[in-house]
């Protein structure tokens, strides 16, 4: 361990494919390399973005190989991210400091879980996590943040002393249903009936509905992909986040790891969503439309979401951030983790006091929403 490197590169690029995904692992998509190096190609993150890529590695050596690594932003902006720390810039500006630029250790734009340390060996996360720690006292910058980490990790950050942060997401767990019938016989009989009420509607206000995936995925697929996602992107976050060419670049680099659900009248596409394939999970990351169809997003992003992965066999979809309508349809509260490491000692401790406050609304939260799913009492 003495002899560990720790080096920061401008870019996943930098890192051979093979050896970042040997680290990555194969199970979650957005941490491997074709995915990361799509957003850096398509000019989603880098320059004039805000997010700018220092993706931090040890190895034993100056030629050695990664033995672990992080997948890391420079960030002049808290935009993306999904968990919310506008109000701790905002004091720390008032108080004289500057808080941008942070490290922010994460994958752009996706509030899916996953490992954020990734390991060749669980005992290199300490040395990891204090080569972040020493990048940011060397370069003055106010702290680093770790969003939507594995749960099984954060014992690795909380043994660092790391602040855990946690918040509530919507995630659908598949109790080894055999279709969707076998899933809607576990809820009460009135929200039964009401998703089916809903399903119906939705399904007879289109022609069809289409799972394309592979080599499906044609630039006239994407194109009309990109129609969608700019009318969403363009109400929720005044622009999108990706660039058209990201879309292209991910359906050549992994299509078979991506999942587009589209919905067609008259022939032409009118609403679709975008889904990520990973080993036990199915991400929900995009939706949108070109006309208004009632119960038509709950159709596509959460009802088509589930028969894709009681089909696949997957123990869960992740259906994206924030959403209590989600609940209603069969999508249960679930935790989700964020660690932060902050330099000023002072300011360390006020955020630590507001963590712990927070935490109690969080549980309060989860068992208030816990006590109101769908599902029979008792099931």
């Given amino acids: 361990m003495s002899e ?9 690029g930098e890192f051979d494919r093979g050896a970042w995904d040997a680290l990555a692992g194969p199970g979650n998509p957005f941490l491997s390399h074709a995915f990361l190096t799509a957003l850096e190609d398509s000019g989603s993150v880098g320059p004039g973005t805000g997010w700018d890529p220092v993706p931090l590695a040890i190895s034993q050596g100056e030629d050695g190989p990664p033995l672990a690594a992080l997948p890391a932003y420079l960030k002049s902006h808290s935009q993306g991210e999904y968990v919310f720390d506008h109000g701790w810039a905002d004091a720390w500006e008032r108080a004289g400091g500057s808080y941008y630029p942070k490290l922010q250790i994460a994958v752009p734009f996706t509030p899916a879980t996953g490992p954020r340390l990734l390991l060749a060996d669980e005992a290199l996360a300490a040395p990891l996590l204090r080569a972040a720690e020493m990048f940011c006292d060397q370069n003055g910058i ?11 990790q954060l014992p690795l950050f909380e043994d660092a002393g790391w602040l855990i942060r946690s918040d509530i997401q919507f995630h659908w767990e598949n109790r080894g249903y055999a279709d969707f019938d076998a899933f809607l016989n576990a809820l009460s009989s009135r929200k039964r009936k009401n998703l089916r009420k809903e399903r119906e509607r939705a399904q007879e206000s289109v022609d069809e509905i289409r799972h394309l995936t592979g080599d499906e995925l044609t630039e006239e697929v994407w194109d009309a992909f990109w129609r969608f996602y700019q009318d969403t992107g363009q109400r ?19 299509a078979d790891r991506i999942l587009l659900v589209f919905a067609y009248s008259g022939g032409e596409p009118v609403a679709g969503a975008l889904n990520m394939i990973g080993d ?5 990351r995009y939706w949108g439309c070109t006309r208004d169809i009632p119960y038509l997003h709950f159709e596509i992003c959460y009802y088509q979401a589930i028969d894709a992965a009681i089909a696949r066999g997957l123990a869960r979809v992740e259906a994206g951030a924030q959403g209590g309508h989600k609940l209603a349809r069969g999508y249960e509260p679930a935790q989700t983790y964020s660690a932060h490491w902050i330099a000023d000692p ?33 099931g």
């Fill in 280 to 284: 036990d999970a199915l991400y929900g």
């Fill in 142 to 152: 106010s702290g680093a943040h770790a969003t939507f980490i594995a749960p099984t």
């Fill in 236 to 254: 929720k976050w005044g622009r999108p986040y990706l660039t058209r060419e990201a879309f292209s670049l991910l359906g050549q680099r992994m």
């Fill in 346 to 378: 002072g300011f360390r401790a006020a955020i630590a006091d507001f963590l712990e406050r927070e935490r109690q609304g969080v549980a309060t939260d989860q068992l208030f929403l816990g006590q109101r799913t769908p599902f029979r009492k008792g």
């Fill in 4 to 12: 560990l490197i720790g080096r920061i590169r401008g870019s996943l």
